[in-house]
C-alpha cells in the first residue's frame, strides 16, 4: 500500500470522492454522467486517490440483533499497559498477526492504539452475544492472546463501557438515519457530505 499524501482535494476530486461516500458501487461511467466528468478522468482520479491511499473502501456486516443476529451487545475496552510497551511494538505484532481468523478477528469490531497518562493503550470495541459473553470472552481469549504477544506484566489498568447503539460512523454514516439498503439514501443531501 502507498503511502498517503497529504494533500488537498480538488473540485472534481471532491464530486468524485462524495458520490462514492454516497454509493461506493457506483461505476466510473454512471459516476461521471451524474458528476458532468470525463469518465477517464473519473477513472484516472479515483485510481490515483486508491494508489495515494487518500480513498478506501470498507463492506460491513451487520452482526448485531437486527443483523445475523450473532452479536447482542457491544463494549468498549480501554487496556492501559505498562511503561516500556510502544506504538511500534503494537505496530509490529498486528503486522505479524497470522493471515487467519483469530481471536481478535470472532470478537473485536474496532481497535485503535491510544495514549493515557504517557503510556501506549488499545482501545477496542468487542462483540459478543450478550454482556457475560463479551467479560468471559475478553478473560478467556483477548487478554490471555495480549499477555502471550506482550508480557504476563504487561496490561497495567482495563476500563469498560457498555455501548448501546451506534450513532455515526466515518463520519458521514448515521445507520438510523441516513442509511438505506447499504448506502446512503438518495434523498440525502450530497452537500451534508464530508470530504475534506
Known sequence: MAKSIPRELD??????????VRNPRISDNRLGEENDI???????????????????????????EDGTGHFACRHLYIIKFRVGITVKHIQREVENEPHIVTVFTKSIYASHIAEIDGRVALVMIVDGSSDADIVDRFQEEIAPAL????????????????????????????PSVNMDRGKLREDWSIDSIFVG
Not at 473540485?11 to 462514492?20: F, G, P, T
Not at 469518465?39 to 451487520?62: H, I, M, N
Open 38 to 64: 470525463p469518465v477517464r478522468t473519473v477513472s484516472r482520479k479515483r485510481s490515483r486517490l486508491e494508489r495515494d491511499g487518500l480513498l478506501r473502501y470498507f463492506a460491513e456486516v451487520d452482526m448485531s
Open 147 to 174: 499477555q502471550r504477544t506482550h508480557g504476563t506484566d504487561s496490561i497495567e489498568a482495563i476500563e469498560t463501557i457498555r455501548l448501546l447503539a451506534p450513532l455515526r460512523m466515518l463520519r458521514n454514516y448515521l
Open 11 to 20: 473540485d472534481q476530486e471532491q464530486r468524485i470522492v462524495k458520490a462514492l
